[in-house]
């Protein structure tokens, strides 16, 4: 099983690679003639205002947790359905009092209107 | 090969311990929870090299990319931390230590005193222990209980999180947005044109 793996590496190692050859080559290649308007910080054409720090909003965390919620739900689906098969019935009401209990926690999120963004 | 994966571990293990060093070493927070990412993705490699490949896809799915996303909303959530006052969370860095090296001895005590971390019920080199269908089976089977209580843990996490989130909201005043606002115009049109 392990044997497959020095495939993925090689990918692995040449996607860590990458990013940084351009950056090489630019620093390389590229001349170099600064001047005080090319040093500044560009932000769509405007004087940079303020801090680069923005409080977000709450929903943007309302968000996140929904996803880790349902992604961990997901990933709970995987096992349970490539072992149906030894399992049998059992395993189709196990799941459904698992989904039906998740559920509850999105209708709870839709009915709050967490869903919508206000 | 079995100096090869024990080279490979010790790679993996000194990314996962550099990445874990960084977090509390960085000072900017956002910084220190990308490292943090970098060290979830080391305990995923580790997984993959346990042969357990499903926890490996689980961990990078799961803690790479929705753990980490919540923990950088979080963040992004706050009041700026990391400008100005930052050095009052280095105050109690002993604290940190101790609670860490706590948490290590947990681990150090038994393996010292003698306890056998070897698994015994190993059914035969070729199935592995970890696999999806094994946990899938374990998980209707021996461990129900704690399958279904995960879905209540889930359901506390999202709805605490909302009920937290709306206690903060219901005390401002509520501000339409220009769809919302042409609705309310339109049906305030209709009522009086049924009158």
Known sequence: MLINYPFIAVFFIASVIFPFIPLIMGYLVAPKRPTEGKKSTYECGLEAIGDIWVQFRVQYYLYAIAFVVFDVEVVFLYPWAVSFGQIGVFALIAMSIFLLILVASLIYDWRKGALEWI | ?195
Not at chain 2, 99 to 118: E, H, K, N, R
């Open chain 2, 1 to 195: 090969m079995e100096l090869l994966i024990q080279i490979i571990f010790v790679l993996i293990s000194t990314l996962i311990l550099g990445a874990a060093v960084m977090v509390v070493r960085t000072r900017n927070v956002i910084h220190s929870a990308l490292w943090l990412i970098a060290s979830f993705f080391g305990i995923g490699a580790l997984y993959l090299l346990l042969e357990a490949e499903f926890l490996a896809i689980a961990q990078v799915l799961i803690y790479v990319g929705a753990i980490s996303v919540l923990i950088l909303f979080a963040i992004m959530l706050t009041h700026n931390v990391t400008s100005g006052e930052g050095h009052k969370f280095y105050q109690r860095w002993w604290l940190a230590l101790l609670v860490s090296l706590m948490l290590f001895a947990v681990i150090l005590v038994p393996t010292l005193v003698g306890q056998d971390w070897t698994i015994t019920a190993r059914p035969s080199e070729e199935s592995a222990i970890a696999g999806a269908v094994e946990m899938g089976t374990a998980f209707m089977r021996e461990y129900l209980l704690p399958f279904e209580i995960a879905a209540v843990l889930l359901l506390v996490a999202l709805t605490g999180a909302i009920v937290i989130a709306y206690e903060e909201r219901a005390q401002r005043r509520r501000i339409l947005t220009l769809a919302q606002e042409l609705a309310l115009r339109k049906q305030q049109q209709q009522n009086h044109a049924e009158e």
